[in-house]
T-cell receptor, first 113, second 113 residues
């Protein structure tokens, strides 16, 4: 099993450009999450999904959109990138069982100039 | 809102010295999880504590959950270079379901030979 995979690994965008980050998991997990990680601020939840076709806002959702058309995939979109969105983005998934551990992907390092 | 703080933010130790990181929540937690992130890597689940006053050991790592279930600690005995990384605690978000976690700010450990 590959676990959780993310593409791309690195990306540089110019202000105003758009892009989509793809997350895929092969563990048949119901729940999936997108986090951003900035120095000294830990991991902050952007959006999450509790199942195919459902999404919800997390702690820092502004400037991002998500879609979960298939259970194994969770997409994060930036419609008009801003320098404040320079960060490392992690996708994670977990079982719907209570208090289950989260499995993280390898991350995408995004720089917006 | 719900907050999870960790201290210290950084710790440099000589190999063989002990290390402790402390995690404090603004609310009572049903459980607490600990994750380790190697430099350039992604968070990896270490352990979950559920019971008040619980102590669990993994080789040189000792995890404690406070009696009031609002704080936790991770202690590493005789650190090694393989312990380098950032350690995060995480508690479940009380509202909205989805098995969401609030992550602490993390403690970055550096081990010098």
């Amino acid at each position: 099993n590959a676990g959780v995979t993310q593409t791309p690994k690195f990306r540089v965008l110019k202000t105003g450009q758009s892009m989509t980050l793809l997350c895929a998991q092969d563990m048949n997990h119901e729940y999936m999450y997108w986090y951003r990680q900035d120095p000294g601020m830990g991991l902050r939840l952007i959006h999450y999904s509790v199942g195919e076709g459902t999404t919800a806002k997390g702690e820092v959702p502004d400037g991002y959109n998500v879609s979960r058309l298939k259970k194994q995939n969770f997409l994060l979109g930036l419609e008009s990138a801003a320098p404040s969105q320079t960060s490392v983005y992690f996708c994670a998934s977990t079982s719907s069982a209570p208090s289950y551990e989260q499995y993280f992907g390898p991350g995408t390092r995004l720089t917006v100039t | 809102g719900q907050q999870v703080m960790q201290i210290p933010q950084y710790q440099h130790v000589q190999e063989g010295e002990d290390f402790t990181t402390y995690c404090n929540s603004s609310t009572t937690l049903s459980n607490i999880q600990w994750y380790k992130q190697r430099p350039g890597g992604h968070p990896v689940f270490l352990i979950q504590l559920v019971k008040s006053g619980e102590v669990k050991k993994q080789k040189r790592l000792t995890f404690q959950f406070g009696e009031a279930k609002k704080n936790s600690s991770l202690h590493i005995t005789a650190t090694q270079t393989t312990d380098v990384g950032t350690y995060f605690c995480a508690g479940p978000v009380l509202t909205g379901g989805g098995n969401k976690l609030t992550f602490g700010t993390g403690t970055q450990l550096k081990v010098e030979l």
